[in-house]
Structure formats: C-alpha cells, structure tokens
C-alpha cells in the first residue's frame, strides 16, 4: 500500500528466538549449546509444572512448551532445568522495546519476545538487517518477517527461521542456519500458503482447525474458496466471514496504539492441593504483598483488588472491592485481598490462587 511521497508500508514482525533460554544466557554463559529447560522452580520433579521455553538443543529432543517439566525429563534426560524469573525477562523485555523504538515507525509490543513495527520504507529488508544487528550487540537474536498486513508479517517470521536449513518453511529451527528475514505479501501468498493446512495460518487452532476439516475445508486454498454463508452458518456471522478473511491473508496495515497497563497480577499453582485455611492464606498474604510492593515501587496508587480461586475440580471464580479511596499501603492491600479470598466459601481443595490489583491516580 501507498503512503504520502510513494513510499510502501510495510509490517514488521520481530520474534525473539528462544527467548527465555537466550536471557538466561547473558547471565549463564556456559549454557549456550546446552539443552536447557525453563519452567517452574527449575525442579523437574515438581507436580503440575510446564516448560515455558525450550532452548533448540532441547527442541531437538522433543520438547516444547507447555510440556510437563517430568515428560521434559524423560525425552531429554541431558536437559538444564532452570527456574522461570520472569521479573529478569521482563527487564529485558523493556529493554528490547525501547531499542526497537529507537527505529522509524511505530511499535505495537505483543509479549516479551514479539512486535510489530508499522514502517514506510521502500527498503524493508534492510531495515530489518539492522534491527537483527542492534539486537545482536544486545547477545540476542531474533526473526523478522515482513508483510503488507499484520497477518503475513507474522506468518512470514515462521518461513524466516526455516528457510535455509532444510529448504522448506514453516519449522522453528536454530536462527543461526537460517535467514533470520522473509517477505510474505499477496505476490507471493497463494504458492506459500495455499497448500498449507489451515492450522498453519495465525488465528486458527486446533479445535477450529478440526471443525473446518468436517466441513470439507482442509488447506488455505479450500478456506479461500469457501462459502462465507456457510462458514457464518458454522461459525457464527463475526468468526465465520473473518476465517474467510484469513484464508487471503488479508489483515490490518497498521498497528494498534500502545496502550498503558491497568493492572498488577501474579498467580500460583500448588504442588499439592491447599486443604488449610492458614496455608490458603498464607499464599493470599504472599501473592498480594508481591503485587502490591511491584505496584507501588512503579510510583502507582491502587484501586481495586481482585482475588481468583481454583478449586481441584478446576472451578474458577474470581472476587473483587473497589477501595474507597486509592492506596499506596502494601500492608492495606494485604489485608483487603484476605478479605476478598474469605468471601469464598473454601470447602474444596485449592489449586491455584490469583491477586491482581488495579491501578488508580493516588
């Protein structure tokens, strides 16, 4: 697409590679190479715990994440455990961003490890040489896939990891035998995607990628050529015409605003179930004083605190109070989100428990 004096926009999608295991490089130099493991507290061993990232060593074995840490162990008995700090990543998260700002355009921050930039430029490519440069000199490396919608950048960032190393796209391999940056627009998207099963496009799961299969619909192309009446009939009048989209590759050509956080969340998940009320609250106290202290430590007041439980039988239910008036009282906070995790009945084992709190002008 066109913009003022002639000049293309482009999306960039920046995808970080393996970037839990890459952090924890910087810090842990002897690891590189290694098959190392993030998830939990590090323990293999532990119960209900999943691998949040896999190095591509460990990759190699089988592992991926979302894996139980003990099926990480048994497919890849070499394997580094390292427990997940997630305040470590999101510093150098912050750190990726503010770099990525320091481009033309604009940044749209999806996680920790990805973003796009909104660009116009007649030269994306190179400017996507210099984004894995500069990220480079920060001992990381990273993907870039350009496209004309946010839908074919992102796809596109799949194909620039796989091209080089086995000659085909789509896999997730060592960013060091492959490009590291791919174009995907409408020129090209009909021979690159269009044989491809429909779970390959960004947006479509299993489960949806499944009820498209018992509707006849197996590849992009079959999607592309679908019935939007039928699709809307199966899917719904919004999902059903947007699949359609998708199969096209059509997508938006420009990135949402940044948007300021509203809130402070942590979470946990028990190695075994909670059954005393001292343990239960014990945790509340722990997590909302964790919240709290990051809270106000960011110069923020607070304003509501919301309380989450999950019983054994993976029930959740979520409580909340507006505070009167907002606070910067860690000790206030505490107290508050024990009142809230009390208005629960508690008669059943606990798996989980949440505090999250959100934000107010003090």
Not at 103 to 122: I, K, N
Not at 211 to 219: Q, Y
Not at 268 to 273: A, G, L, M, S, V
Not at 278 to 293: G, K, P, W
Request: proline residues 6%.
């Amino acid at each position: 697409m066109r913009y003022d004096g002639g000049v293309t926009r482009w999306l960039l999608h920046v995808d970080l590679d393996q970037f839990q295991a890459a952090v924890e490089f910087r810090r842990h130099p002897e690891l590189r190479g290694q098959p190392v493991i993030v998830g939990g507290n590090g323990d293999p061993a532990e119960p209900r715990k999943v691998v949040s990232c896999a190095s591509y060593p460990a990759r190699a074995f089988g592992v991926r994440a979302g894996m139980p840490l003990r099926t990480a162990a048994r497919v890849c008995p070499e394997g580094v455990f390292l427990p997940q700090d997630l305040a470590f990543y999101a510093e150098a998260s912050e750190e990726i961003m503010a770099l990525l700002r320091t481009f033309p355009g604009r940044v749209e921050v999806l996680g920790f490890d990805e973003a796009f930039l909104a660009v116009d430029t007649d030269e994306p490519e190179e400017l996507a040489r210099e984004i894995r440069a500069a990220i480079a000199e920060l001992d990381l490396t990273c993907a870039v896939g350009i496209g004309d919608n946010k839908t074919r950048a992102k796809l596109a960032t799949g194909f620039a990891k796989a091209v080089g190393k086995t000659g085909q796209s789509g896999e997730a391999v060592d960013p060091d035998t492959g490009t590291g940056i791919f174009r995907l627009t409408a020129d090209n998207w009909v021979e690159l995607m269009a044989h491809r099963p429909t779970g390959a496009l960004w947006g479509i799961g299993a489960r949806i990628a499944k009820r498209l299969s018992g509707l006849g619909i197996e590849t992009v192309a079959d999607l592309a050529a679908a019935d939007r009446k039928a699709l809307a009939a199966e899917f719904g009048p919004n999902t059903g015409p947007y699949l359609w989209v998708l199969g096209h590759g059509a997508g938006d050509t420009d990135i949402s605003e940044p948007r300021e956080p509203v809130g402070h969340s942590r979470s946990e998940t028990f190695p075994r179930d909670l059954t005393e009320r001292d343990e239960i609250d014990a945790a509340v106290v722990r997590l909302a004083a964790q919240v709290a202290e990051e809270t106000v430590a960011e110069g923020r007041g607070i304003g509501r605190v919301s309380v989450t439980v999950r019983t054994k039988t993976f029930f959740t239910r979520s409580k909340q109070r507006k505070l009167p008036a907002p606070t910067a009282d860690v000790d206030e906070i505490v107290q508050i989100a024990l009142e809230v995790l009390h208005q629960f009945e508690l008669d059943r084992p606990i798996r989980l428990l949440g505090v999250r709190v959100e934000y107010a002008m003090l």
